[in-house]
């Protein structure tokens, strides 16, 4: 045995204890799996809930945090001396957010072990690990040959040592389950406090992506550990639930976060619309009442008689002035003529 499985052997013997303890009870896999989880979730509140009240703080504290950051953007070294002093008056650590998903990655690994070793076989034979022989757990699995069947599935092995495309569905099925419910837990989240998720952005990635990572290992460990997956996320999601309604502290923070948005949405309801309506108001002014154009002034009519003639100081026309014309005057050539010749 290597020198880390001499350290966490106890740890999976903690773990298959209760797992078979579990089993002797229902006298089911699946059914002992999730009490198992259940159980774990129960242990591991304590560290939920302050992960949770600290991934608040952080977003009480983001203008502080922007204003030593703007302060010491050029020395690095007050700026992190500055930001330290302002996590320890707070009480507060910028990766407290993250504790439950990075908790995963120990109890992934204590599961795949605690699982492997109890459909552990020597030679031939099955020899479950971390067990005692006297349990109702040991002799199932040896009568069943290591094999853990439960919801139609050996929950004992991995999706892709499945073969055939109709035998391995169900496996993979379960693993969509489980990451489903990951998105879900992380949205649930972002949703309650959409602040909170945008004021730590190391929290922010890691949740993003955490779905993703475990969905790649999701494929190539035993089902039963995708089984444990499954109902430690539909904990966490109720167990979210209950403590944004129930948890002072976080009542506290969500009851300010929700007043501070109700505020910044009555400004853009009562400051935005007040404008649109002044310009919808000058837009129905000016169409109602159109602009007063100066009425075009009239042409003077042409008039081959008084074309040219100005009127004199007292009234009276002359020739090139507007006034009376002379006989002839003003008037076709051919015109003329014949006047002269009725003369």
Do not use: W
């Not at 229902?26 to 999730?34: E, H, L, R």
Request: charged share 15%.
């Amino acid at each position: 045995m290597s020198f880390l499985g001499q350290i966490l052997n106890p740890i999976f013997e903690v773990i298959a204890g209760l797992l078979a303890f579990y089993y002797g009870l229902v006298q089911n896999y699946a059914i002992a799996i999730a009490l198992l989880t259940v159980t774990v979730m129960i242990v591991l509140s304590p560290l939920t809930i302050k992960s949770t009240r600290s991934m608040l703080e952080m977003q009480r504290i983001q203008p502080e945090i922007k204003k030593i950051q703007a302060k010491y953007k050029n020395d690095k070294v007050a700026q992190q001396e500055a930001l330290s002093q302002l996590f320890k008056e707070n009480k507060v650590s910028p990766a407290g957010g993250c504790l439950p998903m990075l908790a995963q990655f120990p109890l992934l690994y204590v599961m795949y072990q605690v699982i492997r070793g109890l459909s552990n076989t020597v030679g031939s034979q099955v020899s479950p690990k971390y067990i005692s022989h006297s349990t109702s757990l040991y002799q199932s699995l040896i009568s069943s040959h290591g094999q853990m069947q439960s919801l139609g599935l050996n929950l004992s092995e991995t999706a892709t040592k499945v073969h055939g495309f109709g035998n391995a569905l169900p496996y993979y099925l379960v693993i969509a389950v489980a990451v489903v419910l990951q998105y879900l837990q992380m949205a649930q989240l972002t949703s309650k406090n959409p602040q909170a998720a945008a004021a730590n952005p190391q929290a922010q990635m890691l949740q993003k992506y955490t779905p993703i990572i475990f969905a790649v290992i999701y494929i190539s460990i035993p089902a039963g550990v995708n089984v444990y997956f499954i109902v430690s996320a539909l904990f966490r999601i109720g167990q979210q639930e209950l403590m944004y309604r129930h948890d002072p502290v976080l009542k506290k923070h969500l009851q300010a976060s929700a007043e501070a948005r109700l505020a910044g949405t009555q400004e853009i309801e009562h400051v935005k619309p007040k404008q649109g309506f002044r310009a919808l108001l000058s837009a129905f002014k000016t169409n109602a009442a159109p602009k007063q154009t100066e009425a075009p002034k009239p042409k003077p009519a042409k008039d081959f008689g008084t074309s040219g003639r100005k009127p004199n100081s007292n009234g009276t026309n002359k020739p090139g002035s507007g006034g009376q014309r002379k006989p002839g005057q003003g008037r076709p050539r051919g015109q003329e003529k014949n006047d002269k010749g009725s003369q």
